[in-house]
């Protein structure tokens, strides 16, 4: 039995009070604890730790230790934003989206030593609503003469989607919910209807997008969810069918570009309302050959009746129906060696024998004919399965786009010529006119001296009529151009310099 002289007394301080116990030594605190039936939560501090030995100690603390968690809800304000635009009177503001409050959720840590509070952190802090900003637009005055035109050009500034009709000085709103995203902007070749897609919202993380229509002869703004998600590329009204539209689908992936394609095509047809009457797969999911997680272009002829494919390493037609995909060519695909994969550009000659492309050349120098920086504009007669060069060294966004009959027998076709053709990724373009048969080629814009244009899709106009001239619109430095094929005359549409997309029907 231990002595009293073989026993070391040791004074515990803890929940107020103090208790001694006798312990051998070389004992530890914990045994010392567990003498005096102590017992330690998680978060309860003693000095000396649990772990040490008794020698000469003859006091042991013990600090109590909790811990309460309280969540405060933050309002976090909207901001405001204001939006410039010609088509308002100068100084007049229109509010296109009224703003609302975002919600943040905050947790925060209180820790109490012996019932007293000693710390306070943020532990946790989550978005619950995001703030949504009010939009005011303000009427600038537009330095530039209003022009006629035919048919009706739609475009997007600042998230939404604005009309031109009659005239470009004739705007008016047709979406204002300031989310389109730009993937998609088609109008119906009546120009009632508008094919666009919107943001979704962080919340949805598999969904990146989902596809709309617009009505643009309505008193009021009137939109439709057609419930399909998930559009990059590929969709759009099919020429001369008013309520026929056609689309590809993604999936969504984490890892960039953000998406891996379907390269399915499905068509829908809506009745004068807008619903879904009717639809169809035309080209079912499939890898897309090399590269087909980018994505596969579709391209219908100027008629809506033949149905044409890029890939990244052919070029192709497609039944529409029953699928099959006929290979006409092969393409060296192109290693960009980044999160995106280049397509070849094609366009339907207006009597629908000719496809114009962008075709990836080889080039002796290069490693392989893969890195290859050469690029032509050929044309490829489907029936006759032959292909011509007719434009070397373009670049490789030459965008190749044939118009409308000019009159019986001839039409143009509009392209992008690199200012830089070996360095084409990053160099910027000048706009190109050429005879079908690739002579009488000229530079119309921009003029000698000013910057050349981003690459971009060319789009031109409907057939001449009533004295109005065939003309080809663009954008430049964020503004609508226009310029006449013939002359080289070129007019500035719009100033604000916030347009980011077109379409012209």
């Known amino acids: 039995m231990p002595t009293r002289s073989t026993v070391i007394p040791v004074v515990i301080k803890a929940d107020g009070k103090e208790i001694t116990v006798d312990v051998l030594p070389g004992s530890s605190v914990q045994t010392a604890l567990d003498t005096a039936g102590i017992t330690l939560d998680a978060l309860d501090k003693v000095n000396p730790s649990a772990g040490t030995a008794i020698g000469d100690v003859t006091l042991i603390t013990v600090t109590r230790v909790r811990e309460e968690f309280e969540t405060r809800e933050i309002v976090i304000p909207f901001e405001h934003q204001t939006v410039r635009n010609e088509a ?7 509010l296109i989206q009224p703003g609302e409050n975002g919600q ?32 005011v637009m303000i009427g600038v005055r537009a330095p530039f003469s209003s022009v006629s035109i035919q048919g009706h050009i739609v475009y997007l500034s600042s998230g939404n989607i604005w009309m031109m009709e009659g005239a470009t000085g004739n705007r008016r709103l047709v979406v204002t919910t300031a989310d389109t995203d730009g993937h998609v902007l088609s109008l119906s070749a009546n120009g009632k209807w508008v094919l666009f897609t919107r943001k979704i919202k962080d919340s949805e993380p598999n969904i990146i997008n989902s596809l709309w229509l617009a009505r643009t002869d309505a008193n009021t703004e009137t939109l439709i969810n057609l419930h399909v998600n998930n559009v990059i590329q590929a969709a759009g009204f099919i020429p001369g069918k008013d309520v026929t539209f056609t689309y590809s689908t993604v999936e969504a992936r984490t890892a960039a570009p953000g998406w891996q394609s379907n390269n399915d095509l499905q068509l829908l047809r809506i009745d004068e309302g807008g619903q879904i009457i009717g639809g169809k797969e035309l ?35 497609v039944d529409t129906d029953n699928g099959e995909m006929t290979e006409l060519m092969r393409i060296t695909p192109l290693q960009t060696r980044g999160d995106w994969a280049w397509v070849p550009a094609i366009g339907w000659s207006p009597d629908h024998r000719t496809i114009f492309f962008t075709n990836h050349n080889q080039d002796p120098a290069a490693s392989t004919p893969e890195q290859s920086q ?6 490829l007669v489907p029936r006759q399965g032959l292909a011509l060069e007719i434009i070397p060294e373009t670049g490789m966004f030459a965008y190749p786009v044939p118009s409308p009959w000019l009159d019986e027998a001839n039409y143009f076709v509009a392209y992008l010529q690199a200012a830089f053709p070996d360095q084409s990724e990053t160099s910027r373009t000048h706009l190109m006119i050429m005879d079908r048969d690739g002579s009488n080629r000229r530079q119309v814009f921009p003029p000698e001296g000013s910057q050349p244009m981003e690459p971009q899709q060319i789009i031109w106009s409907p057939p001449a009529e009533d ?12 503004n609508i151009w226009f310029v006449d094929p013939f002359s080289g005359t070129s007019q500035q549409i719009t100033g604000d310099g916030l347009v980011s997309m077109l379409a012209w029907r």
């Open 374 to 379: 050469r690029f032509n504009i050929s044309a």
């Open 104 to 135: 943040r959720q905050d947790t925060y840590r209180r820790v109490y030593e012996d019932d007293l509070q000693t710390s306070e952190t943020l532990f946790k802090s989550q978005i619950i609503k995001e703030a949504r900003p009010e939009i």
């Open 283 to 317: 080209v079912p999911v499939n890898s897309g050959g090399v590269f087909g997680w980018w994505g596969t272009r579709y391209v219908w002829s100027q008629d809506g009746e033949r149905l044409a494919y890029a890939r990244p390493d052919s070029i192709g037609l």
């Open 88 to 94: 308002l009177p100068e100084g007049q503001t229109m």
């Open 467 to 478: 004295n109005i001239p065939q003309r080809v619109a663009f954008l430049y430095q964020g």
